[in-house]
């Protein structure tokens, strides 16, 4: 005799509700963006080769993960303003691993425009304080995940501690 099962469930598709909760709280809480890091300052400023109108700038830019997971660095590219003027541009395409609620470091190496500082020379000497503003977007993967995020800084910094390399 068959069975019929109007108004039933089929006993295979049967899912318990608690699996049913568990996955919809998973999806909700793990597929988020993650938060952006945050900046720390720099360390190890160099200044390398200088030719007419161009300069090399190198540093290491400190961050710091405050999410629950590790991300990876793919590519970062960023332009740099001093006191509002363009200075120079950076790109970044060397895998960076990210860990979990912890510090980690970026080299940056970029070409600077002699022109721009040299033009907020006497703004830089007066004040003893240059505005830095980076602006800029990095690729970052989290398990098989790519994905681009913007990040925007603009901070006051001391030219001595710049100068000295005290970040």
Not at 91 to 97: H, W, Y
Request: charged share 15%; proline share 7%.
């Amino acid at each position: 005799m068959p069975v019929s099962y109007i108004g039933m469930q089929h006993p295979k598709m049967k899912v318990p509700g608690l699996l049913l909760t568990l996955l919809c709280c998973w999806a909700i809480t793990g597929c988020h963006q993650p938060q952006a890091p945050e900046y720390y300052g720099f360390q190890d400023l160099r200044i390398g080769h200088a030719d007419g109108q161009q300069a090399t700038l190198g540093t290491t830019l400190k961050f710091y993960n405050p999410n629950s997971f590790s991300l990876t660095l793919k590519v970062a590219e960023m332009d740099v303003w001093v006191n509002g003027r363009p200075t120079g541009h950076s790109l970044l395409d060397t895998t960076v691993q990210i860990p979990q609620k912890d510090t980690f470091y970026v080299p940056v190496t970029m070409q600077l425009n002699l022109q721009g500082i040299l033009g907020n020379a006497l703004q830089i000497l007066l004040e003893k304080q240059v505005t830095v503003t980076l602006d800029g977007k990095v690729r970052l993967k989290r398990g098989a995940i790519p994905f681009n995020r913007p990040f925007h800084y603009e901070g006051k910094e001391d030219i001595n501690a710049l100068l000295q390399g005290e970040y």
